[in-house]
């Protein structure tokens, strides 16, 4: 491979490599140790920043301890962990690690997505323009360790989108700041996700896969399913977290599949995995389970009835106890207003009393029977919204005068 020189970045510009622990970032690190020729800057210059999610699959770990780390050790680069550390931007972010001989990835982390996934009860977000769950996970500590340790100073940002992902470096440009300088070396070096794999694969002896938590959403490459199944397959615990965190979801919205189109449980089911249905069966069923009392608010989009702009939800746990105990819950409610009690394909028991109308703004009010994860959880003005739309309705624990558990 020829000498690659791109630019000169003075010597007293700090250069901040976000590595994602996945193969763009990676090979990035690896092509500037392997080749110095290649990077435009001296290496005391360099911090790599690692931002912990807590949940990558153990074959992350073992690449970045096992192939990357040592290299990384051998020319003494600082090499920051760090990751949030509440569930609120008050709490902040915490440092994990700063070494210049990292040894460890550390995924004990004070607060992981799945567990902000289920205490909100939904599932990641799909969008072709936005990862909030990145945003809420990893660039919160990102930021906050940038602002905390550059502050304003002129500093080189390299980030690792590779040669095939150059709308997410445009979208990064157009939200960029005047101090902080964006790097893509992969797409300078116009190199792809192959490309990159290939280069680990020859010099440090191993496959890199994708970073991603066990149940993102975007870990479904061209072709389709295949890797996400080869995950779960050798990796179970991760598909019974994933399966758990979707099946929490579905209890409050029947259209929370973690991958869109397709649910975690259906791609399970359709690659043959049924022990692994088995355990997660099993699980549900020794767990505590509730009745929720679920209400949400669609209101206009822009002030036109025809179109559904964006959605409040209030959820209340009503009762605790077996599955069973808390079926006959919600079928005694049902029955005191007359609500049909309904099962849905992935087992779960509803009964609707209002659906949505035809126009906006609209609400709508069911029972559900669900695991005992999701905490009473409402805006502040919930209440009065909902009351105002539905002509005064109240809730059922309002009505029954039903003591709801605070909120975690």
């Given at each position: 491979m020829p000498p690659h020189v791109d630019f000169r970045?003075?010597?007293?510009?700090?250069?901040?490599?976000?590595?994602?622990?996945?193969?763009?970032?990676?090979?990035?690190?690896?092509?500037?140790?392997l080749e110095p020729q290649t990077r435009g800057f001296d290496l005391d210059q360099l911090t790599i920043l690692i931002a912990s999610v807590g949940e990558e699959?153990?074959?992350?770990k073992d690449a970045m301890e096992q192939a990357l780390f040592p290299l990384v050790a051998k020319h003494r680069v600082?090499?920051?962990?760090?990751?949030?550390?509440?569930?609120?931007?008050?709490?902040?972010?915490?440092?994990?690690?700063?070494?210049?001989?990292p040894a460890r990835l550390v995924t004990d982390v004070p607060?992981?997505?799945?567990?902000?996934?289920?205490?909100?009860s939904t599932v990641p977000q799909v969008s072709s323009t936005r990862r909030s769950c990145s945003d809420w996970i990893k660039h919160f500590a990102l930021d906050s360790w940038l602002a905390a340790n550059v502050g304003h100073a002129p500093f080189v940002h390299c980030i690792g989108y590779n040669a095939d992902e150059t709308k997410r470096a445009e979208r990064d440009l157009d939200h960029n700041k005047g101090h902080r300088l964006p790097d893509f070396p992969l797409i300078r070096w116009n190199w792809g996700r192959d490309t990159a794999s290939a280069y680990l694969r020859t010099n440090l002896g191993r496959e890199f896969g994708r970073s991603c938590c066990f149940f993102c959403p975007f870990q479904n490459g061209k072709n389709g399913h295949e890797a996400l199944v080869e995950n779960w397959r050798t990796e179970p615990e991760a598909a019974l977290r994933s399966l758990l965190i979707e099946h929490n979801a579905l209890v409050m919205n029947p259209k929370a599949r973690l991958f869109g189109r397709h649910a975690a449980y259906e791609v399970v089911r359709d690659a043959g995995l049924h022990h692994l249905l088995e355990r997660h069966h099993d699980r549900l069923e020794r767990a505590d389970w509730s009745v929720y009392e679920v209400r949400r608010i669609f209101h206009a989009r822009d002030g036109d009835p025809r179109l559904k702009g964006h959605a409040y939800r209030s959820v209340l746990p009503l009762e605790t106890g077996s599955r069973a105990a808390m079926t006959a819950v919600l079928s005694s409610l049902a029955a005191e207003h007359d609500a049909r009690v309904t099962v849905d394909e992935h087992g779960i028991t509803?009964?609707?009393?209002?659906?949505v109308g035809p126009s906006y703004p609209t609400a709508e009010h069911f029972l559900a029977v669900g695991p005992a994860l999701a905490p009473a959880k409402a805006r502040d003005n919930f209440d009065d919204v909902y009351a105002e739309i539905t002509g005064g309705e109240t809730s059922l624990a309002a009505r029954h005068a039903r003591p709801v558990p605070a909120a975690a």
């Open positions: 970045i003075p010597a007293d510009c700090p250069v901040i490599a976000n590595v994602g622990m996945g193969v763009d970032s990676s090979a990035i690190v690896a092509r500037w140790l699959y153990q074959h992350t600082r090499t920051v962990q760090i990751a949030r550390a509440g569930q609120t931007a008050a709490d902040g972010y915490v440092v994990l690690d700063d070494t210049r001989t607060v992981t997505l799945g567990e902000r996934m289920l205490d909100a509803r009964a609707h009393l209002r659906t």
